[in-house]
């Protein structure tokens, strides 16, 4: 199974209630998750930054991927941030929070996850 989280929201409480979200998806031992993929794009590209008040949450997401994990059947995980919203914003892509990707655009990104069978859940 694979899954996108898609967020856009602003502040940093919903940032971390979508953060958590994804972490109880990746606790829930009853699914057969390969793949995690956490979308940010409009206000929520904010909480990307290496200066966010979640920024510590993003690493630690990051962090529980196959490169940081001893367990081989570690889902791939992935932070990524819309390189359309980032610019809207003034956020240097050079501000983000190490192994968060910058995509083309949010809307893209999820289009793409989706055809590649990814399911889609909007948070928070």
Do not use: K
């Not at 979308?39 to 490169?67: I, M, Q, S, T, Y």
């Not at 995980?77 to 501000?95: K, Q």
């Not at 910058?102 to 990104?109: A, K, T, Y």
């Amino acid at each position: 199974m694979r899954t996108v989280m898609h967020c856009t929201a602003g502040s940093a409480s919903a940032q971390r209630r979508a953060l958590a979200n994804a972490a109880n998806l990746l606790a829930d031992e009853t699914l057969d998750l390969e793949a995690l993929a956490v979308v940010f794009n409009g206000d929520g590209v904010h909480a990307a930054r290496a200066d966010a008040p979640v920024a510590d949450e993003v690493r630690g997401l990051l962090a529980r991927g196959p490169e940081e994990d001893a367990a081989p059947d570690a889902p791939l995980i992935e932070v990524c941030a819309c390189s359309n919203s980032l610019a809207s914003r003034g956020v240097d892509p050079d501000e983000l929070v190490h192994d968060v990707r910058v995509v083309s655009s949010g809307m893209g990104e999820l289009s793409r996850r989706q055809a590649d069978g990814y399911g889609y859940i909007r948070v928070p």
